[in-house]
């Protein structure tokens, strides 16, 4: 008789992911890795502060923050014709492989006295230039590794890998600054990204992926398949918009609890700690989300968090914007894995490294605009408008994404026959 799987844990949507013999052996390395990403949101900017002159803390610390990030976008075109068609593992492992290079570069140079603002800029540069390209690897690698039906969950499990670190990282960077120095979580950085490498390097089988693309291959052949796909362009465009209007909030907020709430920044933290519980949440729950329309999904998602975000930009008492807020993390969360969901099941794995680069790479550049955007709408509106119009904006994004969602699946009228006249899905 067949053994029941109809009980906890094998009925969950996740039992699948945690079990597949391979991905098992890779989740601990990245779970370790995203803990030493968290660390490095406190760790950068503070090694910038002490390094920088102290007239100019703030230009180097904005600096190093768009360095660890930022230079992937040009990664993206750059090795583009190297990495086309590279597998998942592969891809993921050359990143980590850099990263730990580049960043275990930043101590050496500190013990060796050679240590300045600017190289240290120059090093977290060279760290995020495969950044796309490596993000791309870990969602093609689910793709490769399962099948469709599985992919929200994994993605989901990526998604609550890197939102647990966020909460964790933090605080722990904080200990380990005032005790041993921040050069020195750069390092353990550098050694986590390091045992991730090792991990893709030991646990996956060397000829996983799918065949190398030929050589002459455009280095932008991702935003090519984009382009020419109205589905995937749109899905874009809505990430694109989604993150951009967020990005005014980081602003806002600090102002918002100082002018507006009259607080410290002691609020500001557990504002932020609400958002991050609220994620955790919701990136658990993403996969349980597998049989739910995805494309509709992913817009509701938009329309619910600019809804949840409207408390805060209406001046509601703290006891209603504070739930509001943890429910807009709530919301966030799902969206990564529903819209990766998308492009796996949009784009062949031959094509999906390139896809997926192709779409970090714009996106990564989303949120520091929008952050730039936000000093001049603080400045010109005050921070709890520039809150509202944020998420009124990003209402009526996801209503207008919805509208051309509508007429797109209206357009596909079926003849008597009962086949679509136009359109692909």
Not at 199 to 220: F, H, I, K, W
Request: charge should be positive; proline fraction near 8%; glycine fraction near 12%.
């Amino acid at each position: 008789m067949p053994p029941d799987t109809s009980r906890f844990p094998r009925s969950s949507p996740y039992w699948p992911v945690v079990s597949h013999p391979q991905l098992r052996r890779v989740l601990p390395g990245l779970a370790v890795s995203a803990l030493g990403d968290g660390m490095a949101v406190v760790a950068v900017p503070w090694l910038a502060k002490e390094l920088g002159p102290p007239d100019r803390h703030g230009i180097w610390i904005a600096l190093a923050m768009a360095a660890y990030t930022v230079p992937s976008a040009v990664g993206t075109v750059v090795f583009g014709r190297l990495l086309r068609g590279r597998g998942g593992a592969q891809l993921a492992g050359w990143d980590a492989t850099l990263r730990a290079c580049a960043l275990a570069a930043i101590p050496l140079a500190h013990l060796a006295g050679m240590l300045t603002i600017g190289l240290y800029v120059v090093l977290l540069a060279a760290s995020a230039l495969l950044h796309s390209w490596g993000s791309a690897g870990r969602f093609t690698l689910v793709a490769e590794l399962l099948p469709q039906r599985h992919h929200l969950p994994a993605n989901a499990v990526l998604g609550t890998i890197a939102g647990f670190a966020t909460i964790a990282g933090p605080p722990l960077a904080g200990i380990l600054i005032s005790w041993a120095g921040s050069v020195w979580v750069i390092a353990l950085d550098a050694a986590t990204f390091a045992a991730l490498a090792l991990t893709y390097r030991l646990a996956l089988p060397t000829n996983g992926g799918p065949a190398r693309s030929e050589g002459g291959a455009s280095r932008t052949a991702g935003f090519a398949v984009i382009r020419r796909d109205p589905a995937l362009l749109g899905l874009l465009v809505l990430s694109l918009g989604f993150f951009f209007l967020f990005g005014p909030v980081y602003v806002a907020m600090p102002i918002h609890v100082t002018d507006d709430l009259h607080a410290s920044a002691t609020l500001l933290g557990v504002f932020y700690a609400a958002f991050g519980v609220g994620g955790l949440v919701g990136g658990v729950a993403a996969g349980h989300l597998r049989r739910w329309p995805l494309r509709v999904t992913t817009i509701g998602i938009v329309v619910g968090f600019g809804i949840a975000m409207l408390p805060l930009g209406l001046g509601a008492p703290l006891g209603v914007s504070l739930p509001a807020f943890a429910l807009a993390g709530l919301i966030w969360a799902p969206y990564t894995s529903t819209s990766m969901a998308l492009f796996q099941r949009s784009t062949s794995t031959t094509q999906l490294p390139a896809v997926l680069a192709a779409n970090g790479a714009i996106l990564v550049l989303a949120v520091p605009l929008g952050t730039m955007l936000g000093g001049p709408l603080v400045g010109a509106l005050g921070p709890r408008p520039t809150l509202l119009l944020c998420a009124v904006a990003i209402v009526a994004l996801g209503l207008v994404a919805g509208g051309f969602a509508i007429s797109r699946r209206s357009a596909r009228t079926p003849d008597p026959t009962g086949t679509e006249v136009s359109g692909r899905r």
